[in-house]
């Protein structure tokens, strides 16, 4: 699966974006979807996920009533909607891809697949 995010920019706290995650390659729908994200000096950490019918999500504590996930399965896209943003939101954003067929969760280790990150810089 082939994965390519877009949508990064700059925004001011309080602000909103949305990044969107399109997918090539294989059967979308074979496949959980995944939001990560990583700061400067930080490690890579989970934010958002969905099962592979859009049925099931997963938020980080620190993202849960902000950011919203979705996914539309006849595009092979999805999508992270990103609303009350704060200084500590800014990362690089990763989409990855994981098979329906070995678990759904928030462990970046059910991921095989992942994007080439977008940046998301948010200004106080």
């Known amino acids: 699966v082939q994965l390519q995010a877009s949508g990064g920019g700059l925004v001011q706290a309080g602000g909103s974006v949305r990044l969107s995650c399109a997918a090539s390659?294989?059967?979308?729908?074979?496949?959980?979807m995944g939001w990560f994200r990583q700061a400067p000096g930080k490690e890579r950490e989970f934010v958002a996920a969905i099962n592979w019918r859009g049925g099931s999500t997963h938020f980080a504590d620190y993202v849960k009533g902000r950011f919203a996930i979705s996914r539309e399965n006849s595009k092979s896209t999805v999508n992270l909607q990103m609303n009350s943003l704060k200084p500590e939101d800014t990362a690089v954003y990763y989409c990855?891809?994981?098979?329906?067929?070995?678990?759904?969760?928030?462990?970046?280790?059910?991921?095989?697949?992942w994007g080439q990150g977008t940046l998301v810089t948010v200004s106080s």
């Open positions: 390659g294989r059967t979308f729908s074979d496949y959980n």
């Open positions: 990855a891809a994981g098979s329906k067929f070995i678990g759904f969760g928030f462990t970046s280790s059910l991921y095989a697949y």
